[in-house]
């Protein structure tokens, strides 16, 4: 499957609780960005990453979250100390390099549906 | 303050019509424009881009853009069924480095 894969599906986390979601961009791509999905809303943008570079990070909250794209495997999102206001679906894509048409087109994975108790 | 505005509906058209959605957005130095189509409980697909202001046809299909308006929409000839979802409109401002920003969707339905 060459689509932008995503895990864990699901995860339930209690308050307190660390979240860590992944993602592995499709081949070829090397932009990868993190969205977040309320309930009912639309998708918010969170954070834009390069392999070891955030480009750009203004839709991350301030605390608790982080994200990487390291050089080896997979970018991973990171939320500390979760809170029920955390649930939601996350949402991973990617896109190629370059300045073509059809560059900043994104392909979404499936998404990771984080559920605090 | 840099915003895609949509009606959220739900919008309702009987199967083989046309459906119209639409689209503004707030900063008129846009460049890129997208609609993605996200049936419940799944992950946004792309339906279209559109660079250019006019018309942009893939099947049944049409993106239309009016960068002076400030404007997009997305039509869908012969509506099926299986059109009914949310459509998301998204667009990329200037300078902000590939960043979209979606609008709120748009539900519609499709009835046999």
């Known amino acids: 499957n060459a689509g932008v894969m995503q895990n864990p599906r699901h995860l339930v986390r209690r308050r307190g609780q660390e979240a860590r979601l992944r993602c592995s961009p499709m081949?070829?791509?090397?932009?990868v960005y993190w969205y977040r999905q309320l309930p009912e809303e639309g998708l918010k943008f969170m954070v834009y990453?390069?392999?070891?570079?955030?480009?750009?990070e203004s839709g991350m909250p301030k605390e608790r979250f982080s994200a990487e794209f390291p050089k080896e495997g997979p970018s991973i999102l990171r939320i500390q100390q979760v809170v029920r206001g955390d649930s939601a679906a996350y949402f991973c894509?990617?896109?190629?390099?370059?300045?073509?048409?059809?560059?900043?087109?994104?392909?979404f994975g499936a998404g990771s549906r984080l559920t605090v108790l | 303050q840099k915003e895609v505005e949509q009606n959220s509906g739900p919008l309702s058209v009987p199967e083989g019509a046309i459906a119209s959605l639409n689209c503004t957005y707030s900063?008129?130095?846009?460049?890129?424009f997208f609609w993605y189509r996200q049936y419940s409980g799944k992950s946004p697909e792309l339906i279209m881009f559109i660079y250019s202001n006019g018309d942009k046809e893939d099947g049944r299909f049409t993106a239309q853009l009016n960068k002076a308006s400030q404007y997009v929409s997305l039509l869908i000839r012969d509506s099926q069924p299986s059109d009914s979802a949310t459509y998301l409109c998204?667009?990329?401002?200037?300078?902000?480095?590939?960043?979209?920003?979606f609008g709120s969707g748009t539900q519609l339905t499709v009835l046999p």
């Open positions: 998204a667009v990329e401002f200037s300078g902000s480095a590939r960043q979209l920003t």
């Open positions: 081949k070829g791509h090397s932009h």
């Open positions: 894509a990617s896109s190629p390099a370059g300045r073509h048409s059809g560059a900043n087109v994104l392909t």
């Open positions: 990453l390069q392999k070891e570079n955030i480009i750009d």
């Open positions: 900063d008129r130095g846009s460049q890129s």
